[in-house]
């Protein structure tokens, strides 16, 4: 194959894995969902550990281990800031005022 052959190949596993990110991002979604409604922590060691674990068990390479879990960290962070949104108190529109604002409305 020739580099542009390559190139459209490395394309095509992009566009998957966004898909599988992306859906891996949901779960992470439901999750924190479920992890506010149960008081549940968002960060939980055992399971980082499961995770580096699996994906560990399963690389053939060639990607070495520890870069694989360097991506692995990355994503993890990512996924458990999508809980931490999840979980955050959020706020009516309404609710925002500033300093003025409530000195002009009091």
């Given amino acids: 194959m020739e580099i542009a052959d390559w190139?459209?190949?490395i394309d095509e596993i992009d566009r998957r894995m966004v898909e599988l990110l992306n859906e891996?991002?949901?779960a992470a979604h439901e999750i924190g969902k479920l992890k506010r409604n149960t008081s549940m922590p968002?960060?939980?060691?055992?399971?980082e550990k499961r995770i580096f674990?699996?994906?560990?068990?399963?690389?053939r390479g060639p990607l070495p281990d520890?870069?694989?879990r360097t991506v692995y960290e990355r994503i993890i962070d990512v996924m458990r800031n999508i809980q931490k949104n999840?979980?955050?108190p959020k706020t009516?529109?309404?609710?925002?005022?500033?300093?003025?604002?409530?000195?002009?409305n009091d």
Avoid: F
């Avoid at 309404?94 to 000195?103: A, F, N, R, S």
């Fill in 66 to 68: 520890s870069e694989l």
């Fill in 7 to 9: 190139r459209n190949k």
């Fill in 53 to 59: 674990e699996n994906i560990l068990r399963v690389n």
């Fill in 86 to 88: 999840e979980i955050a």
């Fill in 24 to 26: 891996r991002a949901q």
């Fill in 92 to 104: 009516e529109s309404g609710d925002k005022h500033t300093e003025c604002d409530v000195e002009v």
């Fill in 42 to 47: 968002i960060y939980e060691p055992e399971r």
